[in-house]
C-alpha cells in the first residue's frame, strides 16, 4: 500500500477490468472511501468486496461509459454528494483489425473513438473544472489520472482505432494537464506496455515485458503521488517512442506496414 492511500474520496472508473480492480485494491484501506464504476456487474462487486475487506468504504456504479451523457451526469452526482479527491480514468477497449477484414469495422471505430477517447476526455475536464473551483478555498487541488498506452506511440495498421483514440487521449491529457496546473490541479498520463489482464489476454501475439495489474497500479498511486506528468512502463517502452519520432518516415511506415496482430 502506498502513501497515496491517504486520499479520502477516490474514483475508479473501469473498475471491473484487469487494471482497473487493481488500482481500486492498491488503495483500498480504512479511511478511504471508493466509488468504483464498471460495466459488469459479477466483477465489479468481487473488487467491491475485496476492497471493503481491505477497510474502505465502497459505492459502485454500473455503467458503460459509451453513454456520454450519462456518464457526465452519474459522475456529476456523486462528487456533489462527496467530492472527489483523486480520480482514475481506467475504462477503455483494445481490439484490433478482424482477420476478414480489409480495414477496421467502422462501428468498432466508433465505438473506440467514444470510450478510449471522448468519454474519458470529457469526464477529467468536467472534474477538473470542479476541482479547480474547490481548490480556490483549499491548500492544494485533486489529482486526476488518465490511462492511456504505450501504443499511442505508433501508427499502428492492424490497430489504428485503438493507437488513434489512445494518442487522441495523450494528447488532450497532456494539454489538460498544462492548462488545469496553475488552478491547483494535476493530471497525470500513464502509458503502459503490455499487461497481463484477462481482456489482455485475448490479444493475439508475443507480449514482450509484459507486467502485472498489480505492479502497474502499485506504480501509477507511486506517480499520481508525485503528481508526475507522464508514466511510460515498461523504460524500454520510452526508446520505443523515441525510435519511432526519429526514424525516416519511409523506413518507419515499412517496418509499421509489417507488424501484424500475431507477430
Known sequence: MTESSACTRILVTGASGGLGGALARNY???????????????????????????????????????????????????????????ALFASGQGDTRAACDLVEDSRLVARLGTVNFT????????????????AKNQNGGGRIVLISSAAAFHALPFAAAYSGTKAGLSRFADALRIGVAPLG?????????????????????????????????????IAAERRQAHLVLPWPFVALRWLDRVLPRPLRDRLLANLTPSG
Open 28 to 86: 483500498a484501506k480504512t479511511g478511504v472511501n471508493m466509488s468504483l464504476w464498471g460495466r459488469d456487474p459479477t466483477r465489479l462487486e468481487a473488487v467491491a468486496s475485496q476492497c471493503r475487506a481491505a477497510g474502505a468504504e465502497v459505492q459502485v456504479q454500473l455503467l458503460d461509459i459509451a453513454d456520454v451523457d450519462a456518464a457526465l451526469a452519474a459522475l456529476a452526482k456523486a462528487d456533489s454528494a462527496a467530492p472527489f479527491d483523486l
Open 119 to 134: 468519454a474519458p476526455a470529457a469526464m477529467a475536464a468536467a472534474l477538473a473544472g470542479r476541482m479547480a473551483q474547490r
Open 185 to 221: 490541479v494535476s493530471v497525470t498520463l500513464v502509458s503502459p506496455g503490455f499487461i497481463d489482464t484477462a481482456a489482455g489476454r485475448k490479444v493475439p501475439g508475443p507480449k514482450p515485458m509484459l507486467m502485472t495489474a498489480d505492479a502497474v497500479a502499485a506504480r501509477i498511486a
